[in-house]
């Protein structure tokens, strides 16, 4: 009995240092891993250049300029659609995004389509006081192609950062992308690695 007893217990502490260790290297991996940003897509218009500043009707009725210098607020154009079940999940995070930055960001929902389902889709999600336009220009002139994709206009109406938006992190990856002053996190990760 008094040797099962300590076997036993030789078998609980040999577990606890191997969780242990495991752990330790489950925080050297997660060092180690870079963050994921946006994709960055080949586009028409790369981060630093000036936006094509464009003035569009919203589907509420009223017109919204996209691009060109802002009074100090930075602009973000999501690209979704209804029919994009990614984009769908990510609205919420856009609501969320919207709100927490509001500061000094204005978030402005985009795509091409019949605006009842661009309409339906802001209802459902709780989009209603976010403005919407509906263009196939403003989609080509920043060179969109797949969805989601956002669109990070600066202050003095300079592209920030672009890219493929698939979760909250690739999101917010574009604010750290303007923070830090690159085009993305890929960027800034390379530059960080050449200074070291």
Same mark, same amino acid.
């Given at each position: 009995?008094?040797?099962?007893?300590?076997?036993?217990?030789?078998?609980?502490?040999?577990?606890? *240092?191997?969780?242990?260790?495991?752990? &330790?290297?489950?925080?050297?991996?997660?060092?180690?891993?870079?963050?994921?940003?946006?994709?960055?897509?080949?586009?028409?218009?790369?981060?630093?250049?000036?936006?094509?500043?464009?003035?569009?009707?919203?589907?509420?009725?009223?017109?919204?300029?996209?691009?060109?210098? &802002?009074?100090?607020?930075?602009?973000?154009?999501?690209?979704?659609?209804?029919?994009?079940? *990614?984009?769908?999940?990510?609205?919420?995070?856009? &609501?969320?995004?919207?709100?927490?930055?509001?500061?000094?960001?204005? *978030? *402005?929902?985009?795509?091409?389509?019949?605006?009842?389902?661009?309409?339906?889709?802001?209802?459902?999600?709780?989009?209603?006081?976010?403005?919407?336009?509906?263009?196939?220009?403003?989609?080509?002139?920043?060179?969109?192609?797949?969805?989601?994709?956002?669109?990070?206009?600066?202050?003095?109406?300079?592209?920030?950062?672009?890219?493929?938006?698939?979760?909250?992190?690739?999101?917010?990856?574009?604010?750290?992308?303007?923070?830090?002053?690159?085009?993305?996190?890929?960027?800034?990760?390379?530059?960080?690695?050449?200074?070291?």
């Amino acid at each position: 009995m008094i040797v099962s007893q300590i076997m036993l217990w030789a078998v609980v502490i040999a577990e606890a *240092v191997m969780i242990i260790a495991l752990a &330790r290297q489950v925080g050297i991996l997660h060092e180690r891993i870079a963050p994921a940003g946006a994709l960055t897509l080949p586009q028409s218009v790369k981060a630093g250049e000036t936006a094509t500043p464009m003035t569009l009707v919203t589907t509420a009725g009223p017109t919204i300029e996209i691009g060109g210098k &802002r009074d100090g607020r930075s602009q973000l154009v999501f690209f979704a659609s209804p029919d994009c079940p *990614v984009c769908k999940s990510l609205l919420p995070v856009l &609501r969320s995004a919207a709100k927490a930055e509001s500061g000094w960001l204005d *978030v *402005v929902l985009a795509g091409d389509g019949a605006a009842d389902g661009y309409r339906k889709l802001a209802r459902a999600h709780g989009l209603e006081d976010m403005p919407m336009a509906l263009s196939e220009a403003l989609g080509r002139a920043f060179g969109v192609s797949k969805l989601p994709y956002a669109v990070l206009i600066d202050e003095s109406g300079r592209v920030a950062s672009t890219g493929l938006v698939n979760s909250r992190e690739h999101l917010e990856s574009l604010f750290v992308a303007k923070e830090h002053g690159v085009a993305s996190i890929q960027e800034f990760l390379a530059k960080r690695t050449k200074e070291a």
